[in-house]
């Protein structure tokens, strides 16, 4: 189990390290998500992902495991757990991009 979850703290922080294209950031984020097997309306999507910033940016989310498990009950029914982590690390790549040492630090703690 630690294992696994440590593959897919370490996936969602290659996704952070990918520099994402500006053009119209809801979109590209969108777009992003439905590599991940993620949909939903864009700007829901897009809402959440920027909450998620917002709860890590103000300490409300102590850490990457709070945000996901946030994020999680925001997603639709069936979601994985590595799609929660898919959707942070996407979040925070084109949201919040100061926020990367969060997904470090949830990977070092897994190692």
Do not use: E
Not at 19 to 39: C, E, K, M, S
Request: net charge positive; proline share 5%; hydrophobic share 40%.
């Amino acid at each position: 189990m630690k294992l696994g979850r440590l593959a897919t703290i370490v996936a969602a922080l290659g996704i952070v390290l990918a520099a994402p294209a500006r053009a119209d950031v809801d979109t590209d984020f969108a777009n992003q998500l439905h590599t991940f097997g993620i949909y939903g309306p864009r700007d829901y999507n897009a809402y959440i992902g920027k909450i998620a910033c917002n709860r890590l940016g103000t300490g409300l989310d102590p850490d990457a495991y709070a945000s996901t498990t946030f994020i999680s009950r925001q997603l639709a029914r069936g979601s994985t757990t590595a799609q929660s982590w898919q959707f942070l690390a996407t979040a925070i790549n084109y949201y919040c991009p100061d926020l990367q040492p969060v997904l470090q630090r949830a990977a070092q703690s897994q190692g």
